[in-house]
């Protein structure tokens, strides 16, 4: 079963416009949710990452928000760029490895 | 510094061949997983290295998948015979030695496309 959903599966956003994906998990032992990015081409990339005991984390336009009690955490683009147009991928770690669950990605397009 | 390379980028062969997968991890990575997509899906944890040894295997498909890390350096996959269902982006990422949060690094990935 999937550890960490997510959604939306495709989103389009005007320039300078606000990006929201959004993803909930089930298992309570959790203790760090990363957010990827990827490229066409390229491999997911570190984006930004948030732990559990802080509620939001701030790295220039981008934002993790995060909701214990929900189970949920999004991420926010500000003032989205066309450059920002890729895969995002929010994951969550595996049991006792250093492995790492994903959700299904959300393709974000940003229009000019 | 190179980063997590990967070969080849692309592989298209017919059911029932066999394909060889290349990771060259970042130097000095102990840690080495692989992942895979199929289309539209979640990023599947394989398996996990630390050197040479198989750290947890628990996502690998079947027996017609294995994987090896001879060395402890670069590691290959081999899909042996290929199956339809076994179509899709492999990934392979390294990291240093450290807590489970240690930053990973990912490479390019390989797209198989069994035919």
């Known amino acids: 079963q999937q550890q960490v959903k997510q959604s939306p599966q495709s989103l389009i956003v005007q320039k300078g416009g606000i990006s929201i994906i959004n993803c909930a998990y089930e298992?309570?032992?959790?203790?760090?949710f990363p957010w990827y990015q990827q490229f066409p081409g390229k491999g997911p990339a570190l984006l930004i990452a948030?732990?559990?005991?802080?509620s939001e984390k701030k790295e220039g336009r981008f934002t993790i928000s995060f909701n214990k009690s929900a189970k949920q955490f999004s991420l926010h683009i500000m003032d989205s760029q066309p450059g920002d147009s890729a895969t995002y991928f929010c994951?969550?770690?595996?049991?006792?490895?250093?492995?790492?669950?994903f959700g299904t990605g959300t393709r974000l397009t940003v229009i000019p | 510094e190179a980063g997590v390379t990967q070969f080849p980028s692309h592989s298209v062969i017919e059911k029932g061949q066999t394909v060889t997968l290349r990771c060259d991890p970042i130097s000095g990575h102990d840690n080495l997983y692989w992942y895979r997509r199929v289309m539209g899906k979640e990023i599947k944890f394989l398996l996990h290295?630390?050197?040479?040894?198989?750290?947890?295997e628990s996502g690998m498909p079947n027996n017609r998948f294995l994987a090896e890390r001879t060395g402890g350096t670069y590691s290959t996959l081999k899909v042996q015979p290929a199956e339809l269902e076994d179509s899709g982006v492999y990934f392979c990422?390294?990291?240093?030695?450290?807590?489970?949060?240690?930053?990973?690094?990912f490479g390019q990935g390989t797209r198989l496309t069994v035919v």
């Open positions: 298992n309570t032992a959790f203790d760090y």
């Open positions: 948030i732990r559990p005991d802080v």
């Open positions: 994951a969550a770690p595996g049991g006792g490895a250093n492995n790492l669950f």
């Open positions: 990422a390294s990291s240093q030695v450290g807590d489970r949060n240690t930053e990973a690094f």
């Open positions: 290295f630390v050197k040479e040894s198989k750290q947890d």
